[in-house]
């Protein structure tokens, strides 16, 4: 694609020119483009750790299986998006790595430094994991091409629910040929089958907002289709890992002295006091856990935004952050609020067990 004065003014105008478009021309679109239904990756294990720095250079890179052929589903009707997208997976004994390729013109890419969940209107990608298979619950990990991070964890029941946190490492860059991301997802962070073999519903997204938003996934979708998860692709090939277990202890301290003034004489310090805190977690099976905890300083969590209450008639709202209730929160999560854990705020102890044996979960 020419502009209009290239044939007149020769080459200098024409380098002019189409350096503005070529990332548009040389990166955007797969010549064997092809979406896929329920489509299938092999994933192969690493012998050297991936080092979390978005360049993609690792061993583990150079021999994964490719997870392409992105289809448009917003605002497209599973067509061929404009950027071509690529994803691949590896795993060690400790981590399940994922890396994405996202091809682009660099100087559209819509990235910013913000707090961890604030990333939904930049450039972003997410894995999927639904580990279990049976469409209940699954992971969604995400990162922007700064490699700042958000999550959420996907319920059959509730939807997304965005107050999860987990453990994981990402780093992004932002290069010459678009933008690229790693991730590095301990197995301590997830829960999945205790078997030899590992048989997962895995998706790969990426939100590409410009004049609209764009949504392209490695699956192609029915839009007729109700379920989310039938519809992802599967990966299979991670043997030999097991889910987090073990032991978790989390002990605090809080210290506090009151002063007071009598009159106009000096201030005249109390006594210090101090308060002991302890939580444990013990995972009893790799998909039961147990967990406990004395005297929790419960009030407030450092990730809570501030809120102030002036003659209000009803109770403030903050989303639960804390850790103790993270595991399970899907089972007591529901459309009515019937369990509002945030009014737990000064127990002296409390206990709390969840599981997924099979195809079931609870919480206590």
Not at 85 to 100: I, P, R, V, W
Not at 133 to 148: F, T, V
Not at 352 to 361: A, E, I, L, Q, Y
Request: glycine share 6%; hydrophobic share 40%; proline share 7%.
């Amino acid at each position: 694609m020419l502009c209009p004065r290239t044939a007149l003014v020769g080459r200098a105008t024409l380098a002019c020119c189409l350096v503005p478009i070529l990332p548009a021309l040389l990166l955007a679109q797969e010549d064997d483009w092809e979406a896929v239904v329920r489509p299938e990756l092999q994933v192969r294990r690493t012998a050297v750790p991936v080092v979390i720095d978005g360049l993609l250079d690792d061993a583990a890179w150079r021999e994964a299986d490719r997870a392409r052929h992105f289809v448009e589903h917003q605002p497209g009707d599973q067509i061929q998006p404009p950027v071509a997208t690529e994803a691949m997976l590896s795993y060690d004994d400790d981590y399940l790595y994922c890396a994405f390729l996202c091809l682009d013109d660099p100087a559209r890419v819509r990235a910013s430094f913000t707090e961890r969940d604030r990333i939904w209107s930049d450039d972003y990608v997410i894995i999927l994991l639904d580990t279990f298979a049976d469409q209940g619950w699954a992971y969604e990990i995400a990162a922007n091409p700064y490699g700042i991070q958000g999550d959420l964890q996907w319920s059959s029941g509730q939807g997304e629910d965005m107050t999860i946190d987990l453990v994981f490492y990402s780093a992004g860059r932002v290069t010459d040929r678009g933008w690229q991301v790693e991730f590095a997802i301990p197995w301590t962070s997830l829960r999945f089958p205790d078997r030899p073999e590992q048989e997962w519903r895995v998706d790969f997204w990426r939100n590409h907002p410009r004049d609209v938003r764009g949504q392209y996934s490695w699956a192609k979708y029915d839009r007729d289709e109700p379920c989310w998860p039938c519809q992802w692709g599967v990966v299979r090939g991670i043997a030999g890992v097991r889910p987090g277990s073990g032991l978790d202890i989390l002990p605090a301290f809080t210290a506090s002295q009151d002063a007071e003034r009598n009159g106009h004489a000096d201030l005249e310090a109390g006594a210090i006091t101090g308060d002991l805190s302890l939580g444990v977690g013990y995972g009893m099976t790799p998909t039961t856990k147990a967990e406990a905890t004395f005297n929790p300083d419960f009030s407030q969590v450092e990730s809570d935004a501030a809120q102030i209450d002036v003659n209000s008639t009803f109770a403030l709202f903050y989303p639960e952050k804390r850790p103790f209730f993270q595991e399970g929160a899907d089972l007591w999560n529901t459309w009515f609020n019937t369990v509002y854990t945030r009014s737990v705020n000064q127990p002296l102890w409390a206990t709390k067990v969840t599981g997924r044996p099979g195809s079931s979960n609870f919480a206590a």
